[in-house]
């Protein structure tokens, strides 16, 4: 079973997809996405593969955004597996520059197709990376939710990017950007064609977002030389984390991009880091307060996380 719910007390939409529960428990020696497994070619590079176990299918009932009391509807969307690479054992701070400017390449194609695709609204590009974040399956990999809808926290986003276009007729991030170069103090990094640092309103501890210097709005408004670049800095960035208390930092990564359908000339295209863990020997809990009341406390300050991760190897791309 698989379809969205009203929740009206906070006007938006839940998955309920119960036919997540029945994914198997891997066993320890095999691994569907190494070659050989029988589920993937033999040689590959990088590869899309469907979700098995997706709450967001073509099969799904079309989603009807009709919203009432006990309202449900379906979820027909698509759900991808992105492998990074066929080596089981190569991390993806270990993937090199040229590789992972390929996995972006792949992410830029399947946004396309899906853009064309009049069920889907938004393409949501991810990554969670480590055990403590609930991964069962080693293989390097990424996963790509199309949705039929716009996710709650993305409309709140549009929304404020729209308002101060409206306000100030200049595009939010641009300016974020503009006085995070100012600063300097956030700053962690520096390509020809991106700008890497922790934000001033960072949520999480070590949080990291990827700015392109250009104002684009999704990745396939990237030149292929930004594509190319930001596959560099993506590596980059991964190194400095698992190089930060030497062991792979558990994190979730997130590629922010405008909604498939419609104009959002005031969205700008970014690539977000969210660590989980707080401390060498301390998890990120998302507990009470911020579950409870979507208040964040995070007990690091940007400066002070930002200067960690600069000094951190490496220092260049
Ligand atoms: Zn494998
Ligand atoms: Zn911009």
Redesign the pocket.
């Given at each position: 079973m698989s379809e969205l719910r009203w929740h009206p007390l906070l006007r938006e939409w839940v998955s309920v997809a119960a036919v997540r529960q029945n994914r198997p428990q891997m066993p320890k020696d095999w691994c569907p996405f190494c070659p050989g497994s029988g589920k993937v070619p033999d040689q590959y590079e990088t590869l899309l593969y469907p979700n098995d176990f997706a709450a967001f299918s073509p099969e799904n009932a079309p989603f009807e955004d009709q919203p009432a009391i006990f309202g449900t509807t379906g979820g027909r969307g698509a759900c991808d597996v992105v492998l990074y690479h066929s080596d089981h054992k190569l991390s993806p701070a270990a993937m090199p520059a040229a590789h992972w400017a390929k996995v972006v390449e792949l992410w830029r194609t399947r946004t396309e197709e899906l853009f064309a695709n009049p069920d889907i609204a938004y393409v949501f590009v991810f990554e969670n990376a480590g055990e403590a974040i609930g991964v069962t399956m080693p293989h390097p990999h990424g996963q790509i939710y199309s949705l039929p809808l716009l996710p709650p926290l993305l409309e709140r986003e549009l929304e404020s990017a729209r308002l101060h276009l409206e306000r100030d007729s200049?595009?939010?991030?641009?300016?974020l950007?503009a006085e995070e170069l100012h600063a300097g103090t956030r700053i962690v990094l520096e390509s020809e064609l991106f700008v890497v640092f922790v934000p001033f309103h960072a949520k999480y501890p070590g949080e990291i977002h990827i700015?392109p210097r250009r104002?684009?709005?999704s990745l396939s408004d990237l030149t292929p030389t930004e594509r190319e670049e930001l596959g560099g800095v993506i590596k980059t960035v991964r190194m400095k984390y698992d190089n930060l208390w030497g062991f792979p930092m558990p994190l979730m990564m997130m590629v922010r991009q405008r909604p498939s359908r419609g104009q959002h000339p005031?969205?700008?295209f970014y690539v977000e880091f969210r660590p989980i863990q707080r401390s060498r020997d301390k998890i990120k809990y998302i507990a009470g307060v911020e579950s409870g009341t979507g208040l964040f406390l995070n007990d690091t300050v940007a400066e002070e996380k930002a200067a960690e991760l600069r000094s951190a190897p490496p220092h260049a791309i």
């Amino acid at each position: 079973m698989s379809e969205l719910r009203w929740h009206p007390l906070l006007r938006e939409w839940v998955s309920v997809a119960a036919v997540r529960q029945n994914r198997p428990q891997m066993p320890k020696d095999w691994c569907p996405f190494c070659p050989g497994s029988g589920k993937v070619p033999d040689q590959y590079e990088t590869l899309l593969y469907p979700n098995d176990f997706a709450a967001f299918s073509p099969e799904n009932a079309p989603f009807e955004d009709q919203p009432a009391i006990f309202g449900t509807t379906g979820g027909r969307g698509a759900c991808d597996v992105v492998l990074y690479h066929s080596d089981h054992k190569l991390s993806p701070a270990a993937m090199p520059a040229a590789h992972w400017a390929k996995v972006v390449e792949l992410w830029r194609t399947r946004t396309e197709e899906l853009f064309a695709n009049p069920d889907i609204a938004y393409v949501f590009v991810f990554e969670n990376a480590g055990e403590a974040i609930g991964v069962t399956m080693p293989h390097p990999h990424g996963q790509i939710y199309s949705l039929p809808l716009l996710p709650p926290l993305l409309e709140r986003e549009l929304e404020s990017a729209r308002l101060h276009l409206e306000r100030d007729s200049e595009c939010l991030y641009c300016r974020l950007l503009a006085e995070e170069l100012h600063a300097g103090t956030r700053i962690v990094l520096e390509s020809e064609l991106f700008v890497v640092f922790v934000p001033f309103h960072a949520k999480y501890p070590g949080e990291i977002h990827i700015y392109p210097r250009r104002h684009a709005s999704s990745l396939s408004d990237l030149t292929p030389t930004e594509r190319e670049e930001l596959g560099g800095v993506i590596k980059t960035v991964r190194m400095k984390y698992d190089n930060l208390w030497g062991f792979p930092m558990p994190l979730m990564m997130m590629v922010r991009q405008r909604p498939s359908r419609g104009q959002h000339p005031y969205f700008h295209f970014y690539v977000e880091f969210r660590p989980i863990q707080r401390s060498r020997d301390k998890i990120k809990y998302i507990a009470g307060v911020e579950s409870g009341t979507g208040l964040f406390l995070n007990d690091t300050v940007a400066e002070e996380k930002a200067a960690e991760l600069r000094s951190a190897p490496p220092h260049a791309i």
